[in-house]
């Protein structure tokens, strides 16, 4: 699998829009990026999944550009809630993989 | 929504003594996982289970880990004679992906188990 860089830690304000990028440059044709948020002393929890171009719900926004070395999470308008530790992943289409968790990257959001 | 379970929230034991964790995944869901989080670490792999076997297990689920399903709800991880070292948070958690729309599927994560070894 990929490898996943990310920054450790990150800061911002309440109302402001969050971007994470994270680099995959090893990523496979078969491989999906994908990004889970944890929670102290919760199970992680995914947030978004995607192959290429932009995915968007209704929590983030994922940009990956056309060769896949990298993505960004986006968060729009933050606040205090979304306090947490999020994790950029590379993932095996289908089923039954195992997920490999780097360090993440720490947001912490203030008022 | 349906959510993975486990229980207990928190446990304490003493040193050698087997410990039993136990999960309840999402109904319909056909594989299980176990992570465990050391405080402050990353997540890290345990084991997968599929029909009924194991199908993919790390270097840390040695021969004192087991798994089990015992029936059809329930997902048991086993330490057979805990180690300081296997103080943790353990995670359950299961997926599907007979939706087929060919993405990398979705793991559903419980709320974990606290496991505190003396």
């Known amino acids: 699998l990929a490898k996943t860089t990310q920054p450790i830690s990150m800061d911002s304000y309440e109302g402001q829009e969050v971007n994470i990028t994270c680099s995959h440059n090893n990523i496979a044709t078969n491989d999906y990026i994908t990004w889970y948020q944890q929670f102290p002393s919760q199970g992680p929890r995914f947030i978004i999944q995607?192959?290429?171009t932009k995915v968007t719900n209704e929590v983030a926004s994922l940009f990956i550009p056309a060769d896949r070395k990298s993505s960004t999470l986006s968060l729009p308008r933050v606040s205090l809630s979304d306090t947490a530790v999020y994790y950029c992943l590379v993932a095996h289409t289908g089923g039954g993989n195992k997920l490999t968790f780097g360090t993440g990257t720490q947001l912490k959001v203030e008022l | 929504e349906p959510e993975v379970t486990q229980t207990p929230s928190h446990q304490v034991t003493q040193m050698g003594q087997e410990v039993i964790l136990r999960c309840v995944p999402i109904?319909?869901?056909?594989?299980f996982y176990w992570y465990r989080q050391i405080l402050g670490q990353k997540v890290e792999f345990l084991v997968s289970f599929y029909n009924n076997e194991i199908s993919e297990k790390s270097e840390i689920f040695d021969d004192q880990f087991s798994v089990e399903r015992p029936d059809g709800s329930n997902f048991t991880l086993k330490i057979r004679s805990t180690k300081l070292e296997d103080s943790a948070m353990y995670f359950c958690?299961?997926?599907?992906?007979?939706?087929?729309?060919?993405?990398?599927?979705?793991?559903?994560f419980g709320p974990g188990t606290r496991l505190l070894v003396l």
């Open positions: 109904s319909n869901h056909l594989y």
């Open positions: 958690a299961s997926s599907d992906t007979r939706d087929g729309r060919g993405h990398a599927e979705t793991q559903y």
């Open positions: 995607g192959y290429k």
